[in-house]
């Protein structure tokens, strides 16, 4: 079966082997957190579970020493990875492992209690085709979980290590070039709407050295994938050795700290699906993905609409009457704080994938000013 997306374990990381160690030691790393995410979504004992990109199984493992009674399936692309996931079942009953892609799904509908993409969706092309399969084959009131990472807020270190940024940089380069999204974790709420889930929720997964201990990171972490980045251009040799120095720097010092977070989101099947703007139905636009920049392809709107948008985003954020605030002047006159200015320039981005700086918003630009200019920059160019 062909792979799809940006992770193929075969060119992910340096050594394969090592690969499917680090695969396993980043559940172990959030499994406390998890457990209690997956019992919060409803899982009990002799539930039907599916996880797609199930990779080594070793998640299905650790929820079937919980939950003996689980009926485990994953779906898995790689051949590689399945074979080890049939072998991490050892034989046991209620245990299957296919050879599946999340975007076609070959299970009838309402066919699980459970399903779950843990670290798939970043490396998809199209992550709302994904969900919306995982979303067919759960039963009406059946939730979907979905972890992911965002590496713009990735692993951070006490003292600070400068370095890890250019590693996070390559890291993202080389995975959009590939088609997936490293920043998707912010998106996954918005990404469950859009694939029809209702009653979503957000949470976010935190892991310290603290609590777990300096090795729980280095297995979660290892060198494989930095060594691979070497490998194929993304980053410079020195860098390397700046973050080995910068990282050995860090793991000497007394009180070190380590940190990572994970976006967990769980949506329902069955419940009502909000409109993005409960307030605004005419202005809700239907989200495709867009592996690179997260941008949303808009129905038909025009000025009127995106005015309204705007008042309401404003008045929302300022707790004002829509009604009061003044289209034709600069917004700034008008109370629009900074704050103010960056969550509408956040909801046009993800609701209409224009992107507009806070210059754009603060710097004498009225209402009617920013009306025109999303519909000039409007990607899909055909706003009316």
């Known amino acids: 079966m062909a792979l799809e997306g940006s992770y193929d374990l075969t060119r992910f990381a340096l050594d394969a082997e090592a690969e499917i160690q680090r695969l396993n030691a980043q559940i172990d790393l959030f499994w406390k957190q998890e457990l209690a995410l997956y019992r919060q979504a409803g899982l009990q004992d002799g539930m039907r579970v599916l996880d797609c990109g199930c990779g080594t199984g070793y998640l299905l493992h650790k929820l079937r020493g919980v939950f003996p009674n689980l009926h485990c399936t994953g779906i898995e692309v790689d051949e590689r990875l399945v074979a080890v996931a049939r072998r991490t079942g050892g034989g046991r009953e209620r245990w299957q492992i296919f050879q599946h892609s999340i ?27 994904a969900l919306k399969e995982m979303r067919r084959v759960l039963r009406d009131g059946g939730k979907a979980v979905v972890i992911d990472n965002d590496f713009d807020l990735h692993e951070r270190t006490w003292p600070d290590s400068p370095a890890l940024g250019d590693l996070y940089e390559a890291y993202r380069r080389a995975r959009r070039r590939d088609g997936g999204n490293p920043c998707i974790g912010r998106e996954l709420p918005g ?25 729980a990171f280095l297995k979660a972490e290892g060198s494989g994938i930095p060594a691979q980045l070497v490998k194929t251009g993304y980053l410079s040799p020195d860098t390397l050795d700046r973050i080995g120095g910068q990282w050995r720097s860090m793991l000497s010092r007394r009180h070190h700290a380590i940190f990572r977070m994970l976006f967990a989101a769980v949506g329902e099947k069955g419940a009502v699906a909000p409109a993005l703007d409960s307030d605004l139905e005419s202005n809700v636009t239907t989200y495709t993905a867009s592996s690179s920049s997260g941008s949303v392809e808009p129905a038909l709107v025009s000025v009127d609409r995106l005015r309204r948008f705007i008042l309401e985003t404003l008045a929302n954020e300022l707790k004002a009457d829509a009604e009061t605030l003044p289209t034709g002047e600069s917004l700034i006159r008008s109370g629009v704080d900074s704050m103010a200015a960056m969550a509408l320039c956040s909801r046009l981005e993800s609701q209409f994938g224009v992107t507009l700086s806070l210059a754009d918003v603060l710097c004498d630009s009225s209402i009617d000013d920013l009306a025109r200019k999303v519909l000039s920059l409007a990607p899909a160019g055909d706003f009316a």
């Open 103 to 129: 975007s076609s799904l070959d299970f009838p509908d309402d066919a699980f209690d459970l399903v779950v993409a843990r670290l798939v969706l970043e490396h998809l092309p199209d992550p709302v085709a």
């Open 191 to 215: 990404l469950l709407k859009a694939a029809g889930f209702g009653s979503v929720d957000l949470s976010l997964l935190a892991a310290h050295s603290h609590v777990l201990g300096d090795a």
